[in-house]
């Protein structure tokens, strides 16, 4: 009877434990669905942005405003916009800020940013078997671009004058159908971000190639309104550079990205 009532008494002590656990999370997982929400409007770019497995949104920039928003006691929720329509998203307040790999050159009067949190290559990329091997092979060549981008402005309005004129700009508003072209020969190049890039790469086995010249480094930030007075941005900046100094963001860097090197020297 003694060791039946020590067993019985252990067992009560677990149920006890467990239910006392049970508590503790429940009441984390309540504080958390409390917190305020931002939403974050993205387009699905990989790694920045793109639905896992179960179907839920992941990647670089999920990852680092999830982290960086709550230690400010904030909760993230991702929406998927109609990226040409970003700003006017934004204006309207249908979401209250944008995270997608979004580059703050030439934009930095356009909104109130919060960052650089990463620096990007826009870089330009070609078929394996391609006879383009630097920049100035663009001449006379179609290249493809996503719509509202960089590179399309870049491309268009010859901002860098190591671009060379080319003979037609495809402004593609599906980020997928770069590729899709690319690999049909429908243009000789596309333009882009150069993580996005190797990203396909990884995915799909695609035989692409990267010219080592980039047409574009700058940092990638957060745009909220122009004409906010919120002190969110400013607030955020600085939760981007603590997450530098404790190492928390080269570590969800390297969860996505080979290397990290380059891309935290903002």
């Not at 060791?3 to 656990?21: A, Y």
């Not at 400010?72 to 249908?94: A, F, H, Q």
């Amino acid at each position: 009877m003694k060791g039946k009532r020590i067993i019985t008494s252990l067992l009560s002590l677990s149920l006890l434990v467990c239910l006392l656990s049970g508590c503790k999370t429940s009441n984390l997982e309540s504080d958390e669905s409390n917190l305020p929400v931002i939403t974050l409007g993205s387009d699905n770019y990989p790694p920045y942005n793109y639905l896992n497995e179960d179907g839920n949104p992941t990647g670089i920039d999920v990852d680092l405003a999830t982290e960086a928003f709550k230690r400010l006691g904030y909760r993230v929720e991702v929406v998927y916009i109609d990226w040409e329509k970003n700003k006017e998203l934004l204006e309207s307040g249908k979401i209250d800020c944008i995270m997608a790999c979004f580059s703050m050159e030439g934009r930095l009067n356009d909104y109130k940013w919060a960052g650089p949190y990463m620096v990007s290559r826009q870089v330009v990329a070609v078929n394996e078997n391609s006879n383009i091997k630097k920049l100035s092979d663009l001449s006379g060549k179609v290249i493809a671009v996503q719509a509202s981008t960089k590179p399309e402005d870049i491309f268009l309005n010859r901002t860098n004058p190591s671009i060379p004129l080319v003979k037609d700009v495809y402004s593609l508003e599906n980020r997928k159908l770069l590729f899709t072209s690319l690999g049909k020969g429908y243009v000789d190049a596309i333009a882009a971000h150069e993580t996005s890039i190797q990203q396909h790469i990884k995915d799909y086995g695609a035989k692409i190639r990267i010219l080592d010249e980039a047409i574009l480094t700058t940092g990638i930030g957060v745009a909220f309104p122009e004409n906010t007075d919120s002190e969110l941005p400013e607030k955020l900046t600085e939760i981007f550079k603590e997450m530098r100094k404790d190492g928390s963001e080269e570590k969800i860097l390297k969860k996505y990205l080979p290397e990290t090197s380059g891309y935290l020297e903002v």
